[in-house]
């Protein structure tokens, strides 16, 4: 598969400390994609990195439902919200890219979930809000704008960010290929639940082997 430097772009998700090893929210072998995920962003002229960049009291903390612990499931009136240990909060090193995200290469860095009642695991689009809409980040315009007609999704986590983010790639008309390779899920027992619906979907599942690389 060829990457076309004109029509295609590379999604980075959230390679963030605080979802690497000692982070808050730890991505098992998370640190693991962050090189080659770096060293394939080359390869592109349009890179988008994206960055969880929650306001304290954020709506997808445990801490802020009490009684409520890490990682438990939570009705609300917008839906069910995943639990999350205190991350990525805005302005603390824990929210920041982690250094070998080459800066030089990104076209745009997009911050979501920067809500304090609404979580955002994609990159297109808000997760519900207590309205019921999703609203939109404005990333799918913005590609569509540039040309960009493939998209390549990369980063953490696979069963939620990345997932959310490809599905909503291919919801906004752009053909999405997952490179498997340079993700990581934080519940690895998920992942026929993850690729099911990364097939409905109609995203394309790759490694980063597949992908022949031409020069700048």
């Known amino acids: 598969m060829r990457i076309d430097r004109g029509f ?3 999604l980075l998700v ?3 400390h605080d979802f690497l090893p000692e982070g808050a929210l730890a991505v098992p ?3 693991e994609v962050v090189a080659p ?7 592109f002229t349009t890179v988008v990195a994206t960055q969880d960049w929650h306001p304290p009291g954020h709506v997808s903390f445990a801490s802020s439902h009490p ?8 009705a609300l009136a917008q839906g069910t919200q995943e639990l999350w240990p205190d991350h990525c909060v805005r302005g603390t090193r824990g929210a920041a890219l982690h250094p070998a995200v080459p800066d030089e290469a990104l076209t745009l860095v997009l911050r979501k979930g920067t809500r304090r009642d609404v979580d955002s695991y994609s990159a297109f689009r808000e997760n519900a809000g207590p309205d019921g809409r999703r609203p939109t980040t404005g990333l799918g315009a913005w590609l ?8 390549f999704v990369c980063g953490l986590a696979r069963d939620f960010c990345v997932r959310w983010s490809a599905e909503d790639a291919a919801a906004e008309g752009l053909e999405t290929c997952l490179v498997d390779d340079l993700t990581r899920p934080v519940f690895p027992e998920r992942q026929r639940e993850t690729d099911e ?3 409905r979907a109609g ?3 790759i490694r980063s082997a597949d992908l022949e690389r031409t020069a700048a």
């Open 67 to 74: 009684g409520r612990r890490p990682y438990e499931s939570l």
């Open 144 to 151: 569509v704008a540039r040309g960009i007609r493939r998209v």
């Open 197 to 199: 619906a990364l097939a």
């Open 203 to 205: 995203v394309r599942v």
């Open 8 to 10: 295609d772009a590379l």
């Open 14 to 16: 959230d390679l963030q």
């Open 37 to 43: 995920a770096a060293a394939l962003a080359g390869a």
């Open 29 to 31: 072998r998370g640190d």
